[in-house]
């Protein structure tokens, strides 16, 4: 699925960063990290948007990032350090989707 990353501490005033291809969709609190040649940019997932159309048509998702820390050595296989320096290091909540109070069709 195609997602929509923002970064920024809220909605209001975030920036665009880009379209990403994910096979799941991360939860808020899980870390998403991009490799660069030189080292990483990292963030946290803060919040969750889901935008429906017709029913037709594909929902579009976007994530919202906090802002994005850079550092690390490109070596490395993550930005194991950088995680644990973001706000509140544990993820919450879970990657699948729960039923509705409306109940499952």
Do not use: N
């Not at 990403?20 to 969750?48: M, S, T």
């Amino acid at each position: 699925m195609i997602v929509r990353i923002f970064t920024g501490s809220a909605w209001a005033g975030s920036a665009e960063f880009g379209d990403f291809e994910f096979d799941a969709l991360p939860a808020v609190g899980h870390k998403i990290a991009f490799a660069y040649a030189d080292g990483w940019q990292y963030g946290k997932v803060r919040d969750i948007a889901h935008r429906f159309g017709s029913a037709d048509a594909a929902a579009d998702i976007a994530l919202l990032l906090s802002p994005l820390a850079e550092g690390g050595d490109p070596a490395e296989p993550l930005p194991l350090a950088g995680f644990d320096s973001l706000e509140g290091s544990t993820a919450t909540g879970g990657s699948v989707p729960r039923a509705g109070p409306w109940g499952s069709r």
